[in-house]
């Protein structure tokens, strides 16, 4: 865990459930205070997923694993004061913990949100579980969040603006902890963050707002998965080749681009055995994505006027020594400081902010206020 509750002991004890449906996954994990009380990780089969015409449609089979994995902990529900779980891409928001309303619930079913992914399954099934136990849900920073200078919206083409779509609650929760670990406020700072994962999420936080990031479904750097940001007259080309639907390129773009579409698989360790073997193929794609992170990490530099007091990198591709040590070597002048929180902490990251919350150390936030301010 990044970090503990502060004075945790001279906080009244609360117990939260905390829900991450992902695209193969759900992840369940009980907190008491800063206290794991139990975690898991549900794997669903592609097999199982593709019963599933729509998205959505997955929401009861993802609310009874919660409830079972709950079941086979032996846990009792009673004892929760709150839910929380990951936002998803819903309507432009700033970050923050947001109490479900049947609102937000609402907007997700009649499709008003920005993109359809598995994570808006965690609003629903979280607000159905919290009137059930009569206690409230909340989600926090979701994939949504949208900070960015008017300047960062700009595409270059009149009708098209870019999406604040981004990993936004992995890229805050370690910004804080860099800035903790600086002995400073997040609201001081100016950091460069990446989380690497299936896709990449390369993010400027100045002064307390993620204010530009890269959208890996539409640009940035290759990744796993990703194809990135591409030449665009030979996309469009390939568009109107006559060979694939619209669905085919979403797909080739954002399921089996960068190493994916390269080497046939998107497992880093897999690749990184094949570059050990002196695999010139392996070693030309994983370079390649090295270079495409440092060009995005260089960029969010401009963007924080070259002031940057920390490079951050999380997610599960940070574990690689590999890898970090590749993009270090291209970025390290940028920053005096080169900060590595591998793996992901998003789950206690939304247990401690809700608990802030809980607490009264952190004002929640209202969906539709938020809203209306956008109008």
């Known amino acids: 865990m990044l970090t503990s509750l502060a004075g945790a002991n001279r906080l009244p004890q609360m117990v939260v459930l ?119 849900a909340y989600f926090v920073d979701p994939e949504s969040t949208d900070e960015f200078w008017d300047s960062a919206r700009l595409s270059g083409l009149k009708g098209i603006e870019r999406r604040a779509l981004s990993h936004a609650l992995s890229c805050r929760t370690v910004a804080r902890a860099a800035a903790r670990r600086l002995k400073r406020k997040y609201e001081a700072c100016t950091f460069v963050v990446v989380h690497l994962g299936s896709g990449i999420t390369v993010a400027a936080h100045v002064r307390g707002r993620q204010v530009d990031a890269t959208n890996a479904n539409d640009e940035g750097p290759m990744s796993p998965q990703r194809a990135g940001s591409l030449p665009l007259s030979a996309l469009v080309r390939l568009c109107y080749a006559g060979r694939y639907s619209e669905r085919d390129v979403l797909d080739l773009a ?3 681009g960068g190493l994916q579409s390269y080497l046939g698989t998107d497992d880093i360790l897999q690749i990184e055995r094949l570059i050990e073997r002196g695999n010139a193929r392996a070693i030309q794609a994983y370079d390649a994505m090295v270079y495409q992170i440092a060009k995005e990490v260089g960029s969010m530099a401009v963007v924080c006027r070259g002031k940057v007091d920390a490079i951050v990198l999380t997610g599960g591709l940070a574990k690689s020594r590999r890898l970090v040590g590749s993009i270090r070597r291209w970025v390290g002048f940028l920053s005096p400081r080169f900060l590595v929180f591998p793996g992901e902490e998003e789950m206690p990251s939304m247990a401690q902010r809700l608990m802030r919350v809980l607490t009264g150390r952190e004002r929640e936030k209202v969906y539709e206020k938020e809203l209306a301010l956008r109008r």
Do not use: C, W
Request: proline share 6%; glycine share 8%; net charge positive.
């Open 254 to 256: 954002q399921r089996s």
């Open 18 to 136: 905390a829900v991450n449906p992902g695209g193969s996954s759900t992840k369940v994990a009980v907190f008491s205070n800063e206290r794991q009380l139990l975690a898991e990780n549900i794997r669903h089969s592609p097999t199982l997923l593709a019963k599933y015409k729509m998205v959505l449609d997955q929401y009861r089979l993802r609310k009874d694993v919660v409830v079972e994995s709950l079941r086979r902990h032996d846990f009792d529900v009673k004892r929760l004061d709150a839910i929380v779980s990951r936002g998803g891409p819903l309507l432009p928001l700033s970050g923050g913990v947001y109490r479900i309303t049947s609102r937000v619930v609402a907007d997700i079913r009649r499709g008003a949100v920005q993109s359809l992914h598995p994570s808006l399954l965690g609003p629903l099934v979280s607000y159905e579980l919290a009137e059930e136990l009569g206690v409230p």
